[in-house]
Structure formats: C-alpha cells, structure tokens
C-alpha cells in the first residue's frame, strides 16, 4: 500500500474495495475494458501538480524565472494545451514538436528552439511562426540562421549553448555537457568565445543569453552549483566585448523515482542549489538579474504517467528465469533496451497480493533485449493479469516506435473519475498511411 502512495506513482493513485489500482478516480480495471492494453494512462491533478511545484519552488527563490518543459520527454496538443495552461513555456528540438506547439496555440513567444542540426525549412518555420528564442548550437546553425533572419529583415533573440566540460554523473548516452560531446560550443576549445563574438557580431541576431545542458538524469545537485559558477566565470570576460546577460538557462535533467532504492532530491533541492548558484554568481560578477530559465522535461510528465500491460505468455525455465511476456513492450517503451533504466510494477488487479516469485517482465517484439523489468518479486502471475509500470510517462511514449509493426499505444487523461482520450491506439491503416504503393 504505501508503494502506491510512494513519490512512484501519480498522486490520486489509491486501491479499491476489489483489490485493484485506481488513477484519477478511475478503476485500472475499467480503463483497460474501456482502452485495451498496452495503455498509458496520465493522471492531470500529478502533472498539475508537478507544473505548480516547479514554478513554486524556483519563482519564490528567485522571482525572474521561466519553466520551460522540455517535450522531448512526450508532447501531444492536449498534453501541450495543460502545461501551457500552468503557465509554462515548451523547449522543441524538432520541426514537428513545433508543429505540435502551433496546433496546441501555444505562445510562441515562450517557445525555444534546440538542436544541435537544426534544418534550413525548421528555421524558417520557426521564424514565420515568431518563435521566441533560438538556441544556437554550432557555427553552421549561427551563420544560416543570421542570412534567414536577415531575408526577412528582422532580428531573431538567440541563446549560444556551451558546454562546460562537466560531468554529470548519468548514463553516458544521456550525458551532454562533456567535452567529447556533439552538443554546444565548448569552452574548454574555445569555440564558446568564437560563438559568442560571431552572435554579437551578426547583425541579424540578438544574443540574449547563455544556455547549457549536463545530462538527463541528474541525481546529483553538485553539477549544477559547479557548472554555473563554471559558466559564469567563463562570460565576464564577454561584458566588455558587449554581452548583455538578459537569459542563462542551466537546461533540464531533473530526476524522477524509478525504483524505491533511488530516490532523486526533491524539486526543492534543485531548485535551491541552482537559484543560490545563480544569484551568487550574477552578484559577484556584476550580471545583474537574468531572467532564469529551466528546461524539465522529465521530471514534468514522468510521474503523472502509468503504463498497464496485460499478462499472456509464460514460460518457466526451472532453476534459470520465468519469463512473463507483456502486450507491449520495446516498441513502448526501450529505455530499458536503451539504458538499462530500472522500473517497478504492481499487479494492478489483486493489489493485495504479496510477492511470492522473481520473474522477468518482457515484451512481445522480436529481441531477446525486448525486456521491461529484470528480476521483479511479484504475485504469482496468471494469463489475463493486468500490469502496472509506474513511472512511465516520460520518453517512454515519446521513444516510441512501430517495430514488428506494433500499433502504438493509446494515452489517456485521468481526472476526477472521468477519463479522456489524448491519443487513440493506432491502427494497422495508421500505420500504411505513408506507404506507396
Ligand atoms: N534541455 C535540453 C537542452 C535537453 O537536451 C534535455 C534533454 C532537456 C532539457 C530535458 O531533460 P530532462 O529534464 O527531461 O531530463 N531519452 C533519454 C533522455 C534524453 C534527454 C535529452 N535531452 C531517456 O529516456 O532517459
């Protein structure tokens, strides 16, 4: 019982009379009747809740500070029309998640564009849809985005990523500030100086700001206390030769409980060490106020996310493994394929049943790496079960793919006892519709 009411889960998640998990008031039972599985289901007063939390935590400590959710981490209009709702800005890294932020009437004032090769038509999209900020990422981007803006004699606000040869202690496919890394102009090179002279030269730029990103997740609070002074120190050189420090963005990377023997600091904690980082440094230095910036994205849509699969398959090998075959699986999830990630599940329909037996959770897609949880004590499992993965969603459903030409799940809200579709399940026509024939 207290798993559910663990930070794991979203925070309506309570059990019922018949034994079963309920999300937003609603009956896992009755979902999958309803939806089918696999399904991701997300809880609105969670990710509500976790917006709020956010912007709480880092406004009341340091007043001129944006949130910017990071959708990367998953991103549909409706999704995109509920954090915009909660006062939140979105960070794109693709034409199309643009496209999602236009369709969701989302401000584009309060969008910023990352990536680090970004394409020519992105740009102009960009620009015709009055984006707000560019986050420059390489010396070809800052010198396509200067003739872009100049073509259509305007002046586009950018930021300069750098990258602060600071280690963030995470997955190395997850780590972005490093030196050897494809993202951001690095200061150790020297290519952040030559970054920033080339933006404050361009005529058709104004460099607003400074931006970097350590990796995703971050368990540690040190990194960003190191980074920003690293950063800082590194721009006061630039003051003289014209930067005016109006943004600086520390990026996202904020972690979320996976499993209960990792717990990550609380949005507190972040949002302490960043703003003391930040407010230090902008004083010694003499920076004035930025407005501060933070990218989550995990951290936002993370916790508010449940995927419930249903048991089929079983197959016992004595003294090797059980395996339970799921009905999803890579293709919704391959963070574990990816990363190794850890996750835990409930048996969602006889709560209050103990474990008895270790068996591992896999999918049903053509790989042995098609697995979502190694080793799990659970109840003894039946045909027919239903699963719960706390936990899931983010970049879960955003990672997702068609492999072995799976349909992808469907995603529903959850709120209050009512539930609504934000994403049908896709079907087999959906997934010819691009074929030619
Ligand atoms: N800002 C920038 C510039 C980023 O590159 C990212 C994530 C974020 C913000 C948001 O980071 P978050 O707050 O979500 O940790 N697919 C991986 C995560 C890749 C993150 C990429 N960049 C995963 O499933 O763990």
């Known amino acids: 019982m207290t798993f559910v009411n663990s930070e794991l889960f979203p925070i309506t998640s309570d059990v019922n009379e018949n034994g079963r998990l309920v999300l937003g008031g609603c009956d896992v039972g009755d979902l999958v009747s309803q939806y089918g599985t696999a399904l991701l289901v997300f809880d609105e007063n969670t990710l509500r809740g976790i917006c709020r939390e956010f912007v709480h935590e880092f406004t009341s400590r340091y007043t001129n ?147 970097f990103h350590l990796g995703s997740p971050i368990f540690e609070l040190e990194p960003y206390d190191t980074a920003i002074n690293t950063v800082m120190d590194f721009l006061v050189a630039f003051k003289e030769e014209g930067l005016n420090l109006r943004e600086f963005s520390p990026g996202g990377g904020f972690a979320i409980g996976y499993v209960r023997d990792e717990p990550p600091p609380p949005i507190a904690s972040y949002a302490r060490v960043i703003t003391d980082a930040l407010k230090r440094c902008t004083s010694n230095l003499g920076f004035g106020e930025p407005t501060l910036v933070i990218e989550p994205g995990r951290a936002i849509v993370g916790r508010a996310g449940v995927a419930l699969y249903t048991v089929g398959a079983i197959k016992d090998i004595p003294t090797i493994r059980k395996y339970v075959s799921l009905d999803g699986g890579m293709g919704d999830n391959i963070r574990p394929a990816l990363y190794d990630s850890r996750y835990e599940a409930v048996l969602a329909n006889r709560m209050g049943e103990v474990p008895e037996e270790t068996v591992t959770l896999v999918g049903k897609y053509c790989e042995s790496g098609d697995y979502l949880i190694k080793d799990i004590e659970l109840p003894v499992l039946e045909t027919g079960d239903i699963i719960a993965i706390p936990s899931s969603g983010a970049y879960a459903p955003s990672m997702a793919s068609n492999y072995n030409l799976n349909p992808r799940p469907a995603v529903v809200m959850v709120k209050d006892g009512n539930a609504r579709l934000i994403r049908r399940r896709e079907t087999f026509e959906d997934m010819m519709l691009s074929d030619v024939l």
């Open 65 to 211: 500070t944006k949130v910017v959710y990071a959708s990367k981490a998953y991103i549909n209009p409706a999704l995109a029309k509920i954090v915009h709702e909660e006062g939140l800005g979105l960070d794109v890294v693709s034409g199309g998640e643009l496209a999602v932020a236009y369709a969701a009437g989302v401000d584009s004032s309060f969008v910023y564009f990352h990536g680090n090769n970004k394409a020519h038509r992105e740009l102009e999209m960009a620009l015709d849809g009055s984006i707000g900020r560019v986050v420059i990422d390489s010396f070809h981007e800052l010198a396509m985005l200067d003739r872009i803006a100049g073509d259509r004699r305007m002046v586009q606000e950018v930021m300069i990523r750098v990258s602060p040869g600071i280690d963030p202690h995470t997955h190395v496919k997850t780590t972005t500030g490093i030196l050897d890394s494809k993202f951001g102009f690095s200061i150790e090179t020297g290519h952040a100086a030559s970054a920033i002279r080339r933006a404050i030269a361009a005529p058709n730029l104004d460099l607003i700001g400074i931006h």
